[in-house]
């Protein structure tokens, strides 16, 4: 057993409302610079959608992430027999089309215009040429199903619909959508640091998070063809490869990375998980439906005695284990099942897990005004706007019955507290509900307390972080220690 | 132990073997002085190419008993500066001048009275032997069969190579009925050279020397055997003999071999990089639009 930690993170989507302050935060703190204006670290995507990039989830197209070949992990992206005679030219980039050609507009056109009959208009300029430009798409520029015709039904999620789950997801007053934040997941298996001809794409020993050496990088760009999710952006202007790095600098001292911070919603947990790095190839090896559980199993119980005695054999310190006993983001994948991993089909093992939305159910128009077929707009799953079989495509890799388990036991838990603090819903249905869910009342509270209330701190339970003593490795701390404090900012000019 | 012998030294021995060698030969050539053998290296380098002696024409005229037409002085000042004197008009120089069908005779290059004197002392020489080693090829008066005609053919277009490892005529010449697109673009059009060089006897001659700045240099470490001379002959002269005055113009399909190469070549990089990456989101917007014009069309 080689047990490491991992910084993992949960987002709630049954939380989140779609406003984009997370991709705000990230991009003020880490993308205005010039060359990355394009990124979006953090970006919201509606589904269904065809996203950021521009149908990032079809991999025959991107060629993103592993996929099985007789039985062995294989990167789609590169191989021998695919990287030499495409060595000066990877066939599976995408073009800033793709994501969108970034702009800003001369506000100065505003006032320093003439006066005349119209009112002045500020011209959109690309901040890639600087010359004005036709805007054709932006990063979320089908925002709550904005050009659907174009874009949500080009859903690669959708292709195992049937013909007429599809027209019924696109009917008018019967549509639903729901957002997906995205950011870097962190994955336990990165295609992206597999990829790297450079070496420059590590993922750190301590925490797991995946970053990429700016000094290392050379321009190969096989990062931003192999990572699946498209998480890995090439700067124009260094000419790096740059990629979320899940704030560290913010991991570092206690805070929880500026997009968690941000989040309007609540929607964002993190936490560190302990888990079996020997079973990682095996595990990424099964059949994909079985990968959610692959991946579950290969997640330990901090509370396991044998689990921390092999951690701290492993070196991991006890404030990691203890912080990893506190941790939202076991609770909610591990013990209650409740967030299943993004396109796990990839097999890369993303730690960005997701709570699968509810959502409303079916509305009928036949006869008059549009109504409801059911009472309770919650109240049968399978009979939700959003198919069961798309949710299953997205977040279990085509297992209906993980995404099932997950929604049947949020919605029985809404019973229970319905039962418990409102008083309409009898005790026996609320119960049976919980039964049928697998869930015990206990639980089902703990459920609510972490959803519904749970503070900053109960959240973001950030890791403490061990650099002062990757620090002693290199360098003795005492020897600064006499070198701060008082001295001059330029040196004083003496004797003239 | 070496011992400090008067055969030690190859300068001296060299000089003791010249001195002989002119003692001994002394006698046998009286009233003629023996040319060194940096003469006839001379003769090798310079004349060769142009001149027999004793073998006929080829460009130049053959300087078999030249000394006895022409003399000494008259012949060392031509040698030295022959375009000079052919442009002086001298009636005998301007004869030669038409012969070679106006072809100077280059000015040698670092040629001096001494050494044109020393080549006349060869061609003397040479004069009076019964077969000078300068007779030249020589070429059989045989009749010129299909055969010739056919193996000049190949010659010509390089399927069979020279003995001598020449380059064929194809590399930069062309001439009608060459076949494919046609030869060489440097050298003059042969297909009328048989006319140029009145015949049979003129484009022997050039053959077996050529004389021009460009084939010369090329054509004198590696000469035509005379059977090659003989069947190139009969093929010109077949060709000449067609009436055709020029090669057919093969530049239009060549250019347009040349954009149908180029297009095959772009059809087979589109087969191999087939799954290379085109735009995603710019035809999702496409099929759209169409679809949408489809309907209102319809409406």
Redesign the interface.
Known sequence: MDVRSQTALVFHLDKCIGCHTCSIACKNIWTDRKGTEYMWWNNVETKPGTGYPTKWEDQEHYKGGWELHDGKLRLKSTGRGRIIPNIFHNPSMPAMDDYYEPWTYKYDELFNAPEGDDQPTARPVSMVTGEPIDIEAGPNWDDDLGGSPVYAENDPNLDELTPELRQQMFEIERMAFFYLPRICNHCLNPSCVASCPSGALYKRGEDGVVLLNQERCRAWRSCVSACPYKKTYYNWSTGKSEKCILCFPRLESGQAPACFHSCVGRIRYLGNVLYDADKLVECASRPDLELVDAQREMILDPHDPAVVEAAKANGVPDSIIESAQLSPVYRFVKEWKLALPLHVEFRTFPMLFYVPPLMPVIANKDAGPVRNETEDLFSDIERARVPIRYLARLFAAGNEGKVRAALRKQYAVRLWRRHVTVGDVDEETARRALTEAECSPEEADAIYRLTALASMDERCVVPPAQREMAVEVLDDPLSFKQSTGFGFRAAPARGQ | MRQPTLGGSPWLAALLAAIATTLLAAPASAQLPVPSEEAYASFELNCKSCHTIGGGKLTGPDLKGVLERRSREWLVEFILHPKAVIDSGDAYAQEMFREARGVYMPDPVGMTPEMAGKLLDVVAVESSLEKSRFAGLQLSDRPLTEADVARGRRLFRGEESFASGAPACFSCHTLAGAGGFGGGTLGPDLTAVSARLEGRKGLAAWLSAPPSAVMAPVYRVAPLDGEEVLALTAFLEDTAASGAEVAEDGSLAFLLSGLGLAALVLVLLDV??R???V????P??RK?LV?RRALEARS
């Open positions: 191999v990089w799954g290379r990456y735009a995603t989101r710019a999702l917007v759209r679809a």
